[in-house]
Structures are given as structure tokens and as C-alpha cells.
């Protein structure tokens, strides 16, 4: 069956635009995680949407970034007036439920802030 | 603050070798580990998941152990192949108050020649 799919590949955008970025999750899986790998970083979560739980927004870095999901499937990530530190590759995952279950990664959006 | 270390940061090996890779974390109350592959520009391959309450898991030339008290995971590479060769990352899921989200390790970079 289909993984899960992003959108763009890539994205180069200029300092200070706006950018959105977008995960298709599996089919059926009700958990979504999005996660942000930088060089100097490594790979740190981002947020994490369960179902029509409350999504846990603890990794977000700051309040330029939101993220929205939409009847339960597609995700959105949103960066307001984006920065040179937001250059690195977002990832996003899907698992069936939350917590135990086996998380499955996208290719990846390589964002390039210039 | 759940923290997962791997050792070693980089490991080159002639074809055929049997190797270890070593995880470790600092907070035993986990859902699960899983071992990931990344080739260099892609996302994440999920390669084992081990549930908290298992030892260890298999696939093909592949072993993945669990020592939760010790906070130890080892990834076993039989007969090791060039096309082995990428970035192994090792993430462990819980902790106190976790949502289910992966906290990674910086990965071992494996080069495997011919």
C-alpha cells in the first residue's frame, strides 16, 4: 500500500515568507507525528496529532510554527516569516494509534531558507 | 529529559563482517525502541521495533536487543553487505509524561566495503 507521501521535495524560500509543508499519513493511521532533522541538531519532534485528541505542540520552537490536521488525515506544517535556522529537512511520520505502535517516515520536505 | 546516545558516531568495515551497533537511553520507562536506516538525502526505513516488554527482535540478517533496566539496545549486523552501508538511528519512544513521540540518537554512520 502507499506510504506516506510529502509535499514539496524541496522548497527554497526566501527570509521572511511564509511556507507550507504537507504529509499525506498512511491510510487508517490515526497518529501523526512531524519532526525537523538539521545538521547541527540531529532529528528533534515537532508536534504530534492523535485522533480529536489535543495535539501535543511541545517541540515546536517557537510560535512561527503551527501545524493543523484536517478530518483526521492530512497534515499541515505552517512557518511564518521564515529564518536561516529553519533551513533543514521536516519530516513527517504515521503510526496506527499513538504511543507502542511502529511510527512510518515520509521522504522528507528539504526546506532552504536563503 | 529522556537522552539516547549511539556508539560509535561512525564505523567502516570490509564485506562480510559481523558488527554492533550500541543505543543507549537514560529513562527506562519506554513504550518501545526502533532501529531506523537513513540512506543519505532520504527519510527513515524502519528496520525493528522492540516493545518494552521484549527482548529482542529479528529480520533477515538483522537483531535488534533490549535491556530496559540497563537502558542498552544493540543492533546486530550479520555478513554485513556494500549495500548496508548508511546511517542506523536509534529512537526510543515514553518516558515519563511521553506522548508517544521519538527521541533519537545521532546515528551511526556504517560503511561497508567490498
Known amino acids: 500500500g502507499a506510504g506516506v507521501s510529502q509535499s514539496p521535495s524541496n522548497k527554497v524560500t526566501e527570509k521572511g515568507k511564509d511556507v507550507e509543508l504537507r504529509c499525506d499519513p498512511i491510510s487508517g493511521h490515526t497518529a501523526l507525528y512531524w519532526y525537523r532533522q538539521s545538521l547541527g541538531q540531529g532529528l528533534e519532534f515537532l508536534i504530534y496529532?492523535?485522533?480529536?485528541?489535543?495535539?501535543?505542540k511541545s517541540g515546536l520552537p517557537s510560535d512561527r510554527f503551527s501545524a493543523e490536521r484536517t478530518g483526521g488525515s492530512v497534515s499541515t506544517l505552517t512557518i511564518q516569516r521564515t529564518q536561516q535556522e529553519d533551513s533543514a529537512v521536516y519530516l513527517c511520520a504515521s503510526s496506527l494509534e499513538g504511543r507502542s505502535y511502529e511510527q512510518y517516515f515520509g521522504p522528507g520536505t528539504r526546506l532552504t531558507v536563503t | 529529559k529522556q537522552e539516547v546516545t549511539q556508539i560509535p558516531a561512525a564505523l567502516s568495515v570490509p564485506e562480510g563482517e559481523n558488527l554492533v551497533l550500541n543505543c543507549s537511553f537514560t529513562d527506562s520507562a519506554i513504550y518501545n525502541l526502533q532501529w531506523f536506516r537513513q540512506d543519505p538525502g532520504k527519510g527513515l526505513t524502519s528496520l525493528l521495533l522492540?516493545?518494552?516488554?521484549?527482548r529482542e527482535q529479528t529480520s533477515g540478517r538483522l537483531n535488534a536487543s533490549l535491556d530496559k533496566s540497563s537502558g542498552r539496545s544493540t543492533l546486530y549486523i550479520a555478513a554485513s553487505q556494500p549495500g548496508d552501508s548508511a546511517t542506523y538511528l536509534c529512537?526510543?519512544?515514553?518516558?515519563?509524561?511521553?506522548?508517544?513521540?521519538?527521541?533519537f540518537g545521532q546515528g551511526t554512520t556504517l560503511q561497508v566495503k567490498p
Open positions: 496529532f492523535q485522533g480529536n485528541s489535543a495535539p501535543d
Open positions: 522492540i516493545q518494552s516488554s521484549q
Open positions: 529512537a526510543v519512544s515514553g518516558g515519563s509524561g511521553n506522548t508517544g513521540k521519538l527521541i
